[in-house]
């Protein structure tokens, strides 16, 4: 299985970005789990402008990647599931691509063009802590699949 993470984000150097490489790399032997954060002058512009040049943008930027297997954006007013469920999400797939949206989230029509569209958790945290968060789900959802101990 080839699982993506793509945000809307400066690439982390700190804390977050170790327990991501530590969760990915004990992924490792479920998956293949690639993360790519992208933010560049184009989002910053848009971002001055207003939100809605942001989602634009947002989904401008992650177009290459809508035809990378299953696709899933997470957002805050998405499907809520438990951990279980995001498994489920996940069984049977070859290649799946998770989306974090920028500081204005995702457009209406970049959510219509997903697969699947689900919440987190219903707080609001930093996109730092959400993709760990992200990573962690992965991992334990890999294990629940192999029958790994690590979920229980």
Known sequence: MKINVVSIAKPEKGCYAELCERFA?????????DSADIFNAKVTRAQE?????????????????MKKGYTVA?????????????????EDRNEITFFLGGAYGHG??????????????????????????LFEQIYRALTILHNHPYHK
């Open 108 to 133: 209406n029509d970049f959510l219509r063009g997903c697969d699947s569209v689900i919440s987190l958790s219903p707080l609001t945290m930093s996109h730092k802590v959400a993709k760990v968060v």
């Open 74 to 90: 997470l957002d805050p007013a998405g499907k809520k599931v438990d951990t279980d469920a995001f498994a489920r999400l996940m």
């Open 49 to 65: 402008s207003s939100p809605q040049k942001a989602k634009e943008v947002y989904a401008q930027l992650f177009a290459p990647w």
């Open 25 to 33: 790399k004990m992924s490792g032997r479920f998956a293949t789990l």
